[in-house]
């Protein structure tokens, strides 16, 4: 390791619609981007200006692999394993799950904001082996 060198990269979904029911642009993701790099994609619920501007799906490399992100992994309109993903991360059930298929993982970290139904707030990390580990917020 060096100084200065990325060692996990946090993966989360932001409740949106749990987190206000305004259609102003939502504070979450300059807020985010003033500590780190943001990449996001689109919500099911997400409208607006504010949402019209994020692409429904993105291809990112991280720690030397590619990763496939989207909202509902139902809408995955592609063969991940075909297109060369290592991951394919999503959201929608709010339920933290990393699940092996195909060669692919698809990985949803959870949700982070209000607590939905009898789900844990979480979000996962990607540590620079690859491994996920899932982090449970606690609180209100």
């Avoid at 990269?9 to 949106?16: C, E, L, P, R, Y």
């Amino acid at each position: 390791n060096h100084p200065g060198q990325i060692e996990k990269v946090a993966i989360a979904w932001i409740d949106s619609e749990a987190a206000s029911t305004t259609t102003q642009a939502r504070p979450y993701l300059p807020m985010l981007g003033s500590i780190a790099p943001v990449r996001a994609v689109r919500g099911n619920v997400d409208r607006g200006l504010w949402a019209s501007a994020l692409p429904e799906t993105l291809v990112v490399e991280l720690f030397g692999v590619e990763a496939y992100l989207l909202h509902d992994p139902g809408a995955l309109d592609l063969d991940p394993r075909a297109a060369g993903f290592r991951f394919v991360f999503h959201g929608h059930t709010h339920r933290p799950r990393d699940d092996e298929r195909d060669g692919v993982r698809y990985v949803n970290p959870g949700s982070i904001g209000p607590r939905r139904f009898d789900l844990p707030i979480s979000y996962a990390l990607l540590n620079e082996d690859l491994s996920v580990e899932f982090v449970h917020v606690t609180g209100e």
